[in-house]
């Protein structure tokens, strides 16, 4: 295993999730290289792994990227994971693997969780074909410039978004899109997990009902569907 970054998915909510091969992974490497220091010790304690933990984030990955990879160069195996999911998508982690690259370090997938890939294959939308955008811009003007740049997007689209701003996006994507048929996603694999299909005003009427709490994804029709 030396000299190799391992790009690791890891559980995005229950910690069965993982792999074995992960788990191999996770056991072999020198060191982890987390988005969330906090998030990996749960992880690593749940598996009695013990191991120097490197934390990245979007302010410190330019800086920290070019030394993971020296240290990586030298002979060191390094698993990225990030707080849940696969590393790299709407996660840091990018700018690790490209400096990796640039230093000659191999980089391996150790495929596993994905919180897009779980959403659309559960959607009941039609689904060969899908747009990942992730997280829309927090400012509603933005946000709005994005939307109207997807409207005529003919497939599925899935979106990440916070408790405290997804009837606020909810009500833009009906604005924007029109009474779609749509999925919204709460806390996936996770105790609390809930499935509500619909179409927006559905949703938003359900959700409207209470204050909205966990993790969501949304994931809205294309247009004509």
């Known amino acids: 295993m030396e000299?190799?970054?391992?790009?690791?998915?890891?559980?995005?909510?229950n910690l069965k999730d993982i792999t074995l091969r992960?788990?191999?992974v996770l056991k072999d490497a020198d060191l982890i290289v987390a988005e969330s220091r906090e998030r990996a010790l749960k992880l690593l304690n749940?598996?009695?792994?013990?191991?120097?933990i490197i934390t990245?984030?979007?302010?410190?990955?330019?800086?920290?990227?070019?030394?993971?990879?020296?240290?990586?160069?030298?002979?060191?195996?390094?698993?990225l994971i990030s707080g849940a999911g696969t590393p790299c998508i709407s996660d840091p982690g990018g700018v690790v693997v490209k400096a990796?690259?640039?230093?000659?370090?191999?980089?391996?997938?150790?495929p596993g969780p994905s919180a897009a890939a779980g959403a659309?294959?559960?959607s009941g939308l039609y689904v060969d074909r899908f747009f990942f955008y992730g997280f829309l811009p927090q400012r509603q003007g933005k946000k709005r410039k994005v939307l109207r740049e997807l409207?005529?997007?003919?497939?599925?689209?899935?979106?990440?978004?916070?408790?405290?701003?997804?009837?606020?996006?909810?009500?833009?994507?009906?604005?924007?899109?029109?009474?779609?048929s749509a999925v919204v996603i709460k806390e996936m694999t996770k105790v609390y997990e809930q499935v509500m299909r619909g179409d927006v005003d559905d949703l938003i009427a359900t959700l409207s009902d209470g204050e909205p709490r966990g993790e969501y994804l949304i994931v809205v029709d294309g247009v004509g569907k």
Request: aromatic share 8%; proline share 6%.
């Open 3 to 13: 000299g190799v970054l391992y790009v690791v998915a890891t559980p995005i909510g």
């Open 56 to 79: 990245i984030n979007s302010y410190n990955e330019e800086r920290k990227a070019k030394g993971i990879a020296r240290q990586i160069a030298l002979g060191k195996s390094c698993a």
């Open 22 to 24: 992960a788990i191999e």
């Open 100 to 110: 990796c690259y640039e230093a000659g370090v191999d980089v391996r997938a150790v």
């Open 46 to 52: 749940h598996l009695s792994i013990h191991k120097p």
């Open 151 to 180: 409207i005529s997007f003919p497939y599925p689209i899935i979106f990440f978004e916070s408790p405290r701003k997804l009837l606020e996006t909810l009500q833009c994507i009906r604005e924007e899109f029109g009474n779609r």
């Open 120 to 122: 659309i294959s559960i």
